[in-house]
């Protein structure tokens, strides 16, 4: 199996990892070690052996889901929920600052 084939397989599996960018490359790098030892002992090994042996991408990423703390995974969730409530507050309160604008033009055209 070559080496893009390989990368291939880790780049669909952590892809599939729900946690932040940074632990997600952490896990692609454990997850290319596990598989260059199976591909040590198994040198000939192709795709379908890979999958046989980690089993689909989704299914290796629930597996390395497990290498994950839920503490952190729950703190990672809250983290980006209040980025998301901030980023909705920002672009609710630049709105409601353009229609206020539009309603002052809007007004001082009528006079």
């Given at each position: 199996?070559?080496r893009l084939q390989t990368l291939l397989?880790?780049y669909e599996t952590v892809r599939r990892?729900?946690?932040?960018?940074?632990?997600?490359?952490?896990?692609?790098r454990q997850a290319l070690r596990f598989?260059?030892?199976?591909?040590?002992?198994?040198?000939?090994?192709?795709?379908?052996?890979?999958?046989?042996?980690?089993?689909?991408?989704?299914?290796?990423?629930?597996?390395?889901?497990?290498?994950?703390?839920?503490?952190?995974?729950?703190?990672?969730?809250?983290?980006?929920?209040?980025?998301?409530?901030?980023?909705?507050?920002?672009?609710?309160?630049?709105?409601?600052?353009?229609?206020?604008?539009?309603?002052?033009?809007?007004?001082?055209?009528?006079?």
């Amino acid at each position: 199996m070559n080496r893009l084939q390989t990368l291939l397989y880790v780049y669909e599996t952590v892809r599939r990892v729900p946690c932040s960018y940074r632990r997600q490359l952490a896990l692609g790098r454990q997850a290319l070690r596990f598989i260059s030892n199976f591909l040590e002992e198994n040198p000939g090994a192709g795709r379908v052996e890979l999958s046989a042996a980690f089993g689909e991408p989704a299914a290796f990423a629930e597996a390395l889901l497990e290498y994950v703390d839920e503490g952190e995974r729950a703190a990672e969730f809250r983290r980006k929920s209040w980025t998301r409530r901030a980023v909705v507050l920002l672009i609710s309160g630049i709105s409601l600052l353009l229609g206020g604008i539009c309603a002052l033009c809007a007004d001082h055209r009528r006079k």
